[in-house]
Nanobody, 112 residues
Framework: VQLQASGGGLVQAGGSLRLSCITSGTIFSRNTMGWYRQAPGKQREVVATIRSGGETYYVDSVKGRFTISRTNAKNTVYLQMNNLKPEDTGVYSC???????WGQGTQVTVSS
């Protein structure tokens, strides 16, 4: 099983980034997928999740700015991040919640 995240980078406050996570080795369409982040000196937190049926969840701090989506035909989950803030800085990881697999992280840095 592999989860490969990409799309992180350095962006100014107010900017946008799109993260992608390609998975293999599971029946992706059946899985609940999520994005998590860990800021320096803080515990990892869930940012957003999406169920197999498309139902989504967002942590309050990103509602209205981030959008999680999935393309089952590509075994990929996305996180569109708009109006980024410095407090969004951290390592973002994707997770297969159904099978409890984690991908490697991708760094997101938002400068003020």
């Amino acid at each position: 099983v592999q989860l490969q995240a990409s799309g992180g980078g350095l962006v100014q406050a107010g900017g946008s980034l799109r993260l992608s996570c390609i998975t293999s080795g599971t029946i992706f369409s059946r899985n609940t997928m999520g994005w998590y982040r860990q800021a320096p000196g803080k515990q990892r937190e869930v940012v957003a999740t999406i169920r197999s049926g498309g139902e989504t969840y967002y942590v309050d701090s990103v509602k209205g700015r981030f959008t999680i989506s999935r393309t089952n035909a590509k075994n990929t989950v996305y996180l569109q991040m708009n109006n980024l803030k410095p407090e969004d800085t951290g390592v973002y990881s994707c997770r297969d919640l159904t099978n409890n697999y984690w991908g490697q992280g991708t760094q997101v840095t938002v400068s003020s």
